[in-house]
């Protein structure tokens, strides 16, 4: 569930400088927890360490999911329904303008992988 984590912070879980760091950091389940976690919350902290869970044993489930304290106001019988706070207009499939100025404003440094 590391898009969870990358929603929330704007950074992928296991961010690293080359590929090999960043498996490295996969396997053993080192996170590049930003600076900006203590505004997110403790309940997001807990989802988004639950949902990092390396053990499939260890997973939470749906129940367990809809459960979190970070849900606790979400309608899930009406999900589907629910009006998002915010729907983007990109111009094309390849836009990422919602994405760029956010990194630049919180003087983000993307992982030299996507270069």
Do not use: C
């Amino acid at each position: 569930m590391g898009v969870r984590f990358e929603f929330l912070t704007g950074l992928p879980p296991f961010n690293d400088e080359t590929p090999e760091l960043v498996f490295a950091n996969i396997l053993n389940r080192t996170i590049s927890w930003p600076n900006i976690m203590d505004a997110l919350g403790v309940e997001a902290q807990e989802a988004i360490n639950l949902l990092l869970t390396m053990d499939p044993q260890q997973l939470p489930g749906a129940v367990e999911v809809k459960a979190m304290a970070i849900f606790f106001n979400l309608d899930w019988d009406r999900i589907l329904e629910t009006e998002p706070a915010f729907i983007p207009h990109p111009d094309n499939d390849m836009d990422t303008s919602y994405f760029d100025p956010k990194n630049t404003l919180q003087q983000l440094k993307i992982s030299a992988v996507d270069l």
